[in-house]
T-cell receptor
Framework: RKEVEQDPGPFNVPEGATVAFNCTYS??????FFWYRQDCRKEPKLLMS???SGNEDGRFTAQLNRASQYISLLIRDSKLSDSATYLC???????????FGTGTRLQVTL | GAVVSQHPSRVICKSGTSVKIECRSL??????MFWYRQFPKQSLMLMAT?????????EQGVEKDKFLINHASLTLSTLTVTSAHPEDSSFYIC??????????????FGEGSRLTVL
């Protein structure tokens, strides 16, 4: 089983739609979780951290379910500019051990 | 915000040659930098952790003699792919975190270097 698993997609949604991605992780000792965004052939950029209490940043909401070992990202009112690959990142052990999921590709269309 | 610069962004080389990729932290000091590799449609895989003034720590399966890492200063780490072969063709990305950052996942990534070995 992979350490971090994501549905690769692609998710094709119209503008204005709400879309949700899930990510599961295998190590119950993982302590930090993040969502990164990666545009085609570009470097990943931090989108948001994921806290146990859930957190929201504008149209983006991230949630963590430790019992089921998954995190989620909800995007409301999708924009064309949201089209990208969303990477789930899990930190386990030392700070250097960031494990990336393969990413979920989102394509927002008119 | 913190910026990490990587150079070159693209490099094409012949099989058997060596290629050096530079990673610089532009407005902060980074005692630790990380090197990742990403093959098409795959996730970023940590190759090694570069430590300023000491030897790099390599992940399992990564050949340290093939991927030479030098972190000579607090703002520069280099990755040299020695005797490159076509299977080394990949997207190499470096990253660095800000010391004392609140979240350990707040890494800043370089723009990446796309290596093509003919």
């Amino acid at each position: 089983r992979k350490e971090v698993e994501q549905d690769p997609g692609p998710f094709n949604v119209p503008e204005g739609a709400t879309v949700a991605f899930n990510c599961t992780y295998s190590n119950s000792a993982s302590q930090s979780f993040f969502w990164y965004r990666q545009d085609c052939r570009k470097e990943p950029k931090l989108l948001m951290s994921v806290y146990s209490s859930g957190n929201e940043d504008g149209r983006f909401t991230a949630q963590l379910n430790r019992a089921s070992q998954y995190i989620s990202l909800l995007i409301r009112d999708s924009k064309l500019s949201d089209s990208a690959t969303y990477l789930c990142v899990v930190v386990t052990g030392t700070a250097s051990k960031l494990t990336f999921g393969t990413g979920t590709r989102l394509q927002v269309t008119l | 915000g913190a910026v990490v610069s990587q150079h070159p962004s693209r490099v094409i080389c012949k099989s058997g040659t060596s290629v050096k990729i530079e990673c610089r932290s532009l407005d902060f000091q980074a005692t630790t930098m990380f090197w990742y590799r990403q093959f098409p449609k795959q996730s970023l895989m940590l190759m090694a952790t570069s430590n300023e003034g000491s030897k790099a720590t390599y992940e399992q399966g990564v050949e340290k003699d093939k991927f030479l890492i030098n972190h000579a200063s607090l703002t520069l780490s280099t990755l040299t792919v020695t005797s490159a072969h076509p299977e080394d063709s990949s997207f190499y990305i470096c990253s660095a975190g800000v010391a004392g950052g609140r979240d350990t996942g707040e890494l800043f990534f370089g723009e990446g270097s796309r290596l093509t070995v003919l």
